[in-house]
């Protein structure tokens, strides 16, 4: 194995004894080997854990899943984050479980899809994750999907090969859905080459369908990137609409190559690359989907309307 | 640096403008306008024209966010007449609408030949009847009550669609008339200025793949204040990913010591520097200049 390689075992639990025999020895291995260990866990788990280290739990960095990256690209994020502060480890341990409870399927899908590309896209980091799943809370088809989302399972410090784990491009592409046909009344806007007036229409729409302020900006701004470098006969074009509780955006590219499917959840680099766009995009949206299609491909984005946000901040 | 009288993006609260344009593109235009404006300066921007769409029935209304669409005779223009204390619910609902959004005021863009009647006398002889106390006192808008803030109000009328008589006559009602074409224009979409104390440049504009260049070059030749680049960019609207990119590598080029200071970064380039990781590469600051 490379000294940089990602490692990537799910584990499946059933009670709070065997969630500590894998959980314990890998973050005491780490310990020893002076590896920095993060473990972000459920708040009764990371008790568990914290109890059971003992004087060596001051030693480890913790943080209540739920919080850490709300969303898969934040996550994404957020791993990379905690992997940058520590430049001079070799390698680095995290203990990773995600928050399954409450999500709907839209949800439940972005994170298993999630699960598959961090196989891609932590490729060379030099970290080694173990994602626990609670079989007593988890749905048994989000545990079955662990199995191929992740190369090798753990029981205790047993690691075993995961027979039906699926590569991840094979895995997010089976799992894309055909998009919902946009709504009659979605506004179109055809991109005729002139950036700054495009964004300006786009800040138009995207106000009078339920955006506002430092989101309104930055969502025109994410868009606009997405159009950034689009040249040529085939012209983009930008439809807009509104749904319960969110806007919504289609952004149609009519180019060439299939994108990747986890281009914009790679670390962002002072170098430009082409995923900058999506990587703004995923960071602020609820959620984003990138379809191919024969005429191109079709990035669908949701974002939060300031109905939500206003909740959000418990006005 | 304040947006002049004579551009749709500098009429402010308590100003009261007329702007004719021609065809839907202009009008477009003048209305995104609006809403930039508005978004800059963290008002709400209600529109009152015909043709707003009222959902499908069942559907929840549409409410808008930093903008909104309001019919006319939701407003308070029935029959050409304008029931002045309905429009002043309508605009005391927005207000606290817009406050609860977390936007501090009002732009009131009314498409007014949408809402007032057209009189005989307009029609034969290009002249309101009752006009001519006054230049502003010929719009019903001028009279409204005083609210504690006044929103900006903007009347526009299409000069592609309607007569010449009944333009004129709507437009005579006004104080502050400007034709959107030059109204609509705000000047290079990048301006890069010098600025003293602390030496430094001032962005101002709108920055992207057309003008990034412009900003290269400034910033070869740009002064030092001591061992630091100050960057004033509080007026810098829009900045896109490669331009902040390349503020991040020249901070990341500075020798060891020397700092690139950005003042008053917006909303979209403190985006772009916190969702790439970049806000620790430079150092910002929020508040004044100097």
Redesign the interface.
């Known amino acids: 194995m490379k000294r940089s390689a990602f490692v990537h075992q799910g584990c499946v639990y059933a009670g709070d004894e065997e969630f500590l025999r894998m959980a314990v020895p890998f973050v005491d291995e780490g310990l020893r080997r002076d590896e920095p260990v993060l473990v972000t866990t459920t708040p009764a788990n990371l008790d568990l854990v914290r109890a059971a280290l003992g004087r060596h739990a001051r030693h480890v960095d913790y943080a209540e899943t739920a919080f850490f990256g709300r969303r898969p690209p934040q996550r994404v994020a957020a791993f990379l984050g905690w992997r940058h502060r520590h430049p001079r480890a070799a390698r680095v341990r995290i203990l990773a479980e995600p928050v399954w409870t409450g999500r709907s399927a839209r949800q439940v899908e972005a994170w298993e899809c999630m699960e598959s590309a961090l196989n891609a896209v932590l490729a060379d980091t030099g970290i080694h994750m173990i994602c626990p799943y609670d079989a007593r809370t988890v749905e048994p088809e989000i545990v079955r999907n662990a199995h191929r989302t992740h190369p090798h399972m753990v029981a205790g410090t047993d690691v075993s090969d995961s027979p039906g784990y699926v590569e991840p491009v094979s895995f997010v592409r089976g799992r894309e859905t055909p998009l919902r046909d946009r709504p009659g009344d979605a506004v179109t806007l055809t991109f005729t080459g002139d950036l700054s007036r495009m964004r300006h229409a786009i800040v138009m729409e995207s106000a009078m369908l339920g955006l506002a302020g430092e989101q309104l900006m930055t969502f025109a701004a994410a868009v606009s990137e997405l159009l950034t470098g689009a040249d040529g006969d085939a012209l983009p074009s930008v439809a807009l609409w509104a749904r319960p509780g969110e806007v919504v955006c289609d952004i149609h590219l009519p180019a060439t190559t299939s994108l990747d499917p986890f281009i914009g959840l790679h670390p962002p680099t002072l170098d430009p690359r082409p995923g900058d766009g999506l990587w703004l995009a995923r960071q602020i949206c609820d959620h984003l989907d990138v379809r191919p299609g024969g005429d191109g491909t079709t990035i669908r984005l949701h974002t939060p309307n300031v109905r939500v946000a206003e909740a959000g901040r418990g006005v | 640096m304040s947006e002049p009288l004579t551009t749709a993006f500098g009429v402010a609260r308590g100003d009261h403008a007329w702007i004719r344009y021609a065809g839907e593109d202009e009008r ?2 003048l ?3 609006q ?2 404006t ?2 800059e300066r ?1 008002e ?2 209600v529109f009152v024209h015909a043709g707003a ?1 009222r959902g499908r029935p069942g559907d ?1 209304p ?8 309001i019919a006319p005779r939701d407003a308070g223009f029935a029959a050409g007449r304008l029931d002045a204390r309905r429009l002043m619910d309508v605009l005391e609902q927005q207000i606290a609408h817009a406050a ?4 501090r005021g009002l732009r009131l863009c009314v498409e007014l030949a949408d809402v007032l009647q057209e009189t005989p006398d307009v029609a034969e002889h290009g002249r309101a009847r009752g006009e001519g106390n006054g230049p502003t006192g010929g719009c019903p808008l001028a009279a409204l009550p005083a609210l504690p803030r006044p929103p900006a109000i903007i009347c526009h009328g299409d000069r592609a669609r309607l007569p010449g008589p009944r333009l004129r006559a709507l437009e005579r009602r006004h104080a502050l008339v400007l034709e959107a074409e030059p109204a609509l224009t705000r000047g290079p ?1 990048l301006c890069v200025l010098p600025v003293h104390g602390p030496a430094g440049l001032r962005l101002v504009g ?1 920055l ?3 003008n990034i260049g412009v900003l290269a070059r400034a910033l070869e030749t740009a002064p030092l204040d001591g061992r630091d680049l100050h960057l004033d960019v509080r007026e810098l609207r ?1 900045a ?3 331009a902040v ?1 390349l503020l ?2 020249v901070a ?1 080029a500075m020798p060891d010591g020397h700092r690139l200071v950005l003042h008053a970064p ?3 380039v ?3 520097l916190r ?3 970049w806000a620790g590469r430079l150092v910002l600051e929020e508040g004044g200049w100097g």
């Open positions: 477009r235009e209305r995104a306008a809403v930039l508005a978004a963290g709400r921007v769409r929840a549409v409410e808008g966010g930093q903008a909104t669409v609860r959004l977390g936007l979409q709108e992207d793949g057309s829009h896109d990913v490669a990119r991040v590598r990341a917006g909303p979209v403190s985006a772009v969702h790439f990781g």
